[in-house]
């Protein structure tokens, strides 16, 4: 399982056909007497979990995801709460329960990326293909035309994309809205409210229909398929006015990873890999698309964090109302601090991280000499934070490539 390509799906088939041995044992590590009270790991981490795992030969994830159910604390990732599609699968019921977030300054962004969708061409191209030979076998030749239809559309409309408002590197983007309405996007990808509710009985019909099939090896290609068109998480239209749509096109991924492939072995045959994809992006701009509903849920949400001043903004932004809170005085006495701001750059322009300006070269540029100015005149250590680690790796790349982080380096170790 471990060496296939998808591991997931390879996981998921032979537990459904019963054929998994480590499954059938995770009885012998969930009662394993190092887990008990009083045995060497009673407070254990995964790394525990899969040693004791490897002595009995018993999977530590399903191991893991019952010993939860009795579990007084369980910790996780922000995305197995945030994220309602992994929530779900993972099996976290919210109700009742307190969930506490540490390092809370970083939700807003988990929250907006776990409210976002993006399709690639390549995933659409698969499902339309899976669709269609499910078609050739008769097997609910109507729902999958259906979705076979929309993803085909899709297809063309993000290969037929020529207008993109911004240009990074090979990458160009299209942001909606623009000249062109929403509503009339929607309607060259066969988006409307009336394919929505046909998506909607369609989910159902096929949800009834995987359960039918659940020992049969194509439910594997249905689920995935299920969960990739008509995932049931998707947030009410009331907060369409929180989402920007995007049509991107960039690099391939893949292409380089085949080259190198190719390198290494001279006689491996050729593979067809496309230079560039096309993705359709759902962007969430507002956090409390999901959080609000975490809030509603849960007994109590417990927000922890040095860095979450000020309260009011950051409860607006959730969109929550804070019971109590606690702000505790700053560590640093206000001798020692200064705060201010820098308009531009030393070329002059505006420095202002908006998704507009830090796709632009010259932000970029002029952000990456501002700071090099400062580094040639601070004397000591210094820490800068970018919005978010895409921003910060995408401006470490430009600086690599443009010299400015090797002029930095002469002066400050960067790490």
């Given at each position: 399982v471990l060496k296939s390509p998808a591991v997931d799906d390879a996981c998921r088939d032979l537990v459904d056909h019963g054929s998994c041995g480590a499954y059938?044992?995770?009885?012998?590590?969930?009662?394993?007497?190092?887990?008990?009270?009083?045995?060497?790991?009673?407070?254990?981490?995964?790394?525990?979990?899969?040693?004791?795992?490897?002595?009995?030969?018993?999977?530590?994830?399903?191991?893991?995801?019952?010993?939860?159910?009795s579990a007084d604390i369980v910790f996780c990732p922000y995305n197995y709460i945030l994220d309602p599609g992994v929530r779900e699968a993972a099996g976290i019921a919210l109700d009742g329960n307190v969930v506490i977030l540490d390092e809370a300054h970083n939700i807003e962004n988990a929250a907006r990326d776990a409210g976002s969708k993006e399709f690639s061409d390549q995933q659409l191209s698969a499902l339309a293909g899976e669709c269609a030979g499910l078609i050739h076998r008769g097997i609910l030749p109507i729902e999958h035309g259906f979705i076979n239809t929309l993803a085909n559309t899709i297809i063309g409309q993000l290969v037929n994309q020529n207008q993109f408002a911004y240009t990074d590197?090979?990458?160009?983007?299209?942001?909606?809205?623009?000249?062109?309405?929403?509503?009339?996007?929607?309607?060259?990808?066969?988006?409307?409210?009336?394919?929505?509710?046909?998506?909607q009985l369609t989910y159902s019909t096929l949800e009834a229909h995987m359960f039918k099939c659940r020992e049969e090896l194509k439910r594997r290609n249905e689920l995935q398929k299920r969960r990739l068109m008509t995932d049931n998480n998707w947030p009410d239209s009331k907060f369409a006015n929180d989402y920007r749509i995007a049509m991107i096109r960039k690099p391939n991924p893949e292409l380089y990873g085949a080259r190198n492939k190719r390198r290494r072995n001279r006689n491996a045959p050729p593979v067809s890999v496309p230079p560039q994809i096309n993705v359709l992006a759902f962007w969430s701009l507002n956090p409390g698309v999901i959080f609000k509903e975490i809030a509603e849920k849960s007994r109590s949400v417990i927000l922890t964090s040095g860095t979450l001043s000020p309260l009011s903004s950051y409860a607006s932004?959730?969109?929550?109302?804070?019971?109590?809170?606690?702000?505790?005085?700053?560590?640093?006495?206000?001798?020692?601090?200064?705060?201010?701001?820098?308009?531009?750059?030393?070329?002059?322009?505006?420095?202002?991280?908006?998704?507009?300006?830090?796709?632009?070269?010259?932000?970029?540029?002029?952000?990456?000499?501002?700071?090099?100015?400062?580094?040639?005149?601070?004397?000591?250590?210094?820490?800068?934070?970018?919005?978010?680690?895409?921003?910060?790796?995408?401006?470490?790349?430009?600086?690599?490539?443009?010299?400015?982080?090797?002029?930095?380096?002469?002066?400050?170790?960067?790490?």
């Open positions: 059938h044992r995770i009885k012998k590590l969930v009662q394993h007497e190092d887990l008990a009270t009083g045995g060497d790991s009673q407070i254990w981490d995964l790394e525990d979990l899969v040693k004791v795992g490897k002595k009995v030969n018993a999977c530590p994830y399903f191991a893991s995801r019952e010993l939860s159910e590197y090979e990458t160009r983007t299209q942001v909606w809205p623009s000249s062109e309405s929403v509503e009339e996007l929607f309607k060259r990808l066969m988006l409307t409210d009336e394919s929505r509710s046909q998506l932004e959730l969109q929550v109302d804070f019971m109590s809170t606690l702000e505790a005085n700053h560590v640093i006495g206000p001798d020692r601090c200064w705060a201010g701001t820098i308009a531009c750059g030393p070329s002059g322009t505006m420095l202002e991280a908006k998704y507009q300006s830090t796709e632009q070269l010259s932000f970029q540029d002029d952000m990456g000499e501002a700071i090099l100015s400062i580094v040639k005149k601070s004397p000591d250590g210094m820490l800068v934070f970018a919005p978010s680690y895409s921003l910060l790796n995408k401006l470490l790349s430009r600086w690599q490539t443009t010299g400015v982080r090797q002029e930095i380096e002469v002066f400050k170790s960067v790490f």
